[in-house]
């Protein structure tokens, strides 16, 4: 159970989140931090904060565009990783393990904001292959059936994006929605830049097929 002491700490240590990133020491290093705040040493855990509250803050800004909503997502990461500690058995280096942390907390962010946002921005971005044929048949409904109409196509493409595999949802959320580059999505996952093109190829795919019908196309 996280202590009310050490949430209120990194709340205050996310503060400074756009100073330089701090050089991180070896894995030896974090495998006697980890050791001794499992311990009861709670009080060590802002050393984890202090070296990866840039790196975590950038990567939740990527996702949600917005410097409060980007303070919100890491506090939400730093939180995650302390009650998930134990998780942590060293076969992965610890910036891998936090990474993903924070990109999971970064998509939950979003899949709740998709839920109820009013803007139809996402939707154009995430299939600009098909924003012609969309336009032309909102144009030709009347404003609420246009309403409607946009509102159940959104439903339907956030349906299919949860449909994907989890690591193909992660790539394409980071490459589509917020423009992430190749390598960026590398570092965050800790897979290659060829994995991560294989994952966007298979997402992309998948999302034309299940929804050519809707979008009056044939997947193509």
Known sequence: MLSSSVA??????MVGLEQETVRQPEESYFRD???????????RFEEIVTLFRDRIYRIAWKMAQ??????????????RAFRALRSWHG????????????????????RREAKHSDSTESLDEMEP????????????????????????LRREIFDAV??????????????HYHECAIRDIAAALGITEGAVKRHLHR???????????????NGG
């Open 91 to 110: 076969r992965a280096r610890f910036s891998t393990w936090l990474h993903r942390i924070a990109v999971n907390a970064s998509i939950d962010f979003i």
């Open 129 to 152: 292959e098909h924003r012609s044929a969309v336009e032309a048949k909102c144009a030709r409904a009347d404003h609420p059936r246009h309403r409607a109409y946009v509102a159940e």
């Open 203 to 217: 997402a992309v795919r998948r999302l034309r097929r299940d929804l050519a019908a809707r979008l009056g196309g």
């Open 8 to 13: 209120v700490t990194v709340g205050k240590r």
């Open 33 to 43: 931090l980890v050791a001794a705040v499992l311990a009861g040493e709670t009080v």
């Open 66 to 79: 917005d410097h409060e909503d980007a303070l919100d997502i890491a506090q939400e990461v730093f939180l």
């Open 162 to 175: 949860h449909r994907l595999s989890p690591r193909q949802r992660r790539c394409f959320v980071l490459r």
